[in-house]
Every structure is written in C-alpha cells, then in structure tokens.
C-alpha cells in the first residue's frame, strides 16, 4: 500500500500571501467571537447539552470554509497570471 503524499498547508503555498493569512486569521477570530456569543442566546443550542452546533453556526463555519477555499483559488490565478504576464515579457524582449 503506498503513502499519500503530505497536504501542504495554505502557508507552504507560494501564492497564499501575507495578506490572505491576516484575513484569515481575522475572520476565524470574528467567527469564534460570534460562536461565543450566538450559543449564549440561541435557544436550540442553550437546550444542547452537547457542543453540537444549531443549523445557524454550522451555516457560519461553512461560509468561512468556502471563503478560504475561494481565496486560496483566486490567489492562485492571480499568481498564476502574474507569472505569466513576466514571462510574456521577458520572451517578447528577447
């Protein structure tokens, strides 16, 4: 049976910037905050006698999931272009 490879992480990617981890690191504190907040006050997760979240939270967690996911996508293009316009250069200056 073979390994799978290692996953990187958004820091190992050469196109995940400084920028896109402080916004990151921004929303996950703004989402913690709001989780602490929100089961104080939401009835179906004050009945919870579990850490299961009500429908509301999960709906919040994904939207910070999907816009990881849809950072990590465009600044990727954005490097990926980036690339491409210097190498565009340098070959029509040659």
């Known amino acids: ?17 400084a920028a896109d981890a ?7 504190v703004e989402l ?3 989780v602490w907040i929100h089961r104080a006050r939401c009835s179906e997760c004050v009945a919870s006698d579990t850490r299961v979240w009500c429908p509301a ?6 939207a910070v999931q999907d816009w990881k996911r849809l950072r990590a996508l465009r600044s990727q293009a954005a490097w990926l272009r980036a690339r491409q316009w210097f190498a ?6 040659s």
């Open 88 to 93: 565009d250069v340098e070959a029509a200056s």
């Open 1 to 17: 049976m073979s390994r799978r490879p290692p996953l990187l992480t958004l820091s190992q990617m050469q196109w995940w910037s």
């Open 22 to 28: 402080a916004e990151l690191d921004l929303l996950t």
């Open 32 to 34: 913690v905050r709001v």
């Open 57 to 62: 939270l999960c709906d919040a967690f994904q």
